[in-house]
């Protein structure tokens, strides 16, 4: 027995000397470069590398403009101080907790942190020349600290958990919004934004359409799957294109005789029952698309036929394209 203690002891021993080289080894190699870099090349790509950390050799990069982390394992945003020619930086579906050690990159129009998890926004206030933020599927619970972003064209803040829209003031670059799937009840906090082009609030908790007045210059406007029980809230927003009501609970087509720019027009899985309702669209004289299938009407045998007689435009039908 006493011999038996003495091997297995040992062999502990042995095992504790074998893994703790291995845990020096696995910090030497972390600490190698996966890739040869070239310190003059403009793009660089590591994409998919089971990265743990970002490559020492990256701070040696003097000319980098877009830098591409990509499906990793990164966890800390370090090394990248000293990347001051860095014009897009990509680090979408990562482990990144915490927006950190970007500063100096002032020069940055592009900034991917989407599939992290993120919690707040933060260390992006220098980044004056940002045009494109994307923060899709993290933790945020407040949109903050973006007052110093006006260059910024599109924000991006999809699949988070957003309870309210603010913080948008000084944004009054931005042209395209998304804040899909999110908790918002209420939109609000938009009226400075007279460039806003796309908006996106879809797979919220929207029940009353409102807040849209300022936004002249909407040309997309997509709100499926909420709550919305009537069209209402669009006047000033003439210049809508795109307009996407579908999975809401909307029973009558109202308020929407104006909106003569309509291309497509989303309304499935609402409860419209009433015909001449559909004749509120054809003011849109070049609409192409349209969605009603599993609303009421849709049932109708002669479904199809009524749409393209109503609104001779039309290109496609729900998903299928018009004979």
């Avoid at 040992?10 to 845990?23: A, I, Q």
């Amino acid at each position: 027995m006493a011999e038996a203690k003495v091997t297995a002891q040992t062999k502990s021993e042995d095992e504790d000397s074998s893994n703790s080289d291995n845990d020096q080894q696995d910090s030497e190699d972390d600490e190698k470069d996966v890739v040869k870099f070239n310190k003059d090349d403009l793009e660089v790509n590591l994409v998919h590398c089971k990265l743990k950390k970002i490559p020492k050799g990256v701070s040696k990069l003097t000319k980098v403009e877009c830098l591409s982390l990509r499906q990793n394992l990164i966890s800390k945003l370090d090394r990248l101080t000293h990347l001051t020619t860095l014009k897009e930086l990509d680090v979408y579906d990562n482990e990144v907790k915490e927006i950190h050690s970007l500063e100096e990159l002032i020069n940055l129009e592009s900034l991917d942190l989407s599939f992290n998890n993120i919690r707040v926004i933060g260390g992006v206030s220098s980044m004056v020349k940002l045009e494109k933020l994307f923060l899709i599927n993290n933790k945020l619970k407040k949109i903050e600290k973006l007052e110093q972003l006006t260059c910024l064209t599109m924000l991006e803040l999809g699949d988070n958990r957003i309870r309210e829209i603010e913080g948008l003031d000084n944004l009054v670059n931005l042209e395209s919004l998304f804040l899909g799937k999110n908790k918002i009840t209420e939109i609000k906090g938009l009226d400075k934004l007279k460039k806003l082009k796309v908006l996106a609030m879809q797979s919220n908790r929207i029940t009353v359409l409102k807040g849209l007045s300022e936004l002249t210059s909407l040309e997309e406007l997509y709100l499926d799957h909420n709550g919305v029980e009537v069209i209402e809230g669009l006047d000033n927003n003439v210049n809508l294109m795109t307009l996407d009501l579908a999975s809401n609970s909307v029973s009558r087509l109202s308020n929407i005789s104006h909106l003569t720019k309509l291309e497509e027009f989303w309304f499935n899985n609402n409860n419209l029952d009433q015909w001449p309702d559909v004749e509120l669209l054809k003011n849109a004289t070049n609409i192409q698309t349209v969605y009603f299938e599993n609303n009421p009407i849709a049932k109708d045998n002669q479904y199809r036929n009524k749409l393209r007689l109503i609104l001779p435009s039309l290109t496609q039908i729900d998903a299928t394209l018009c004979a």
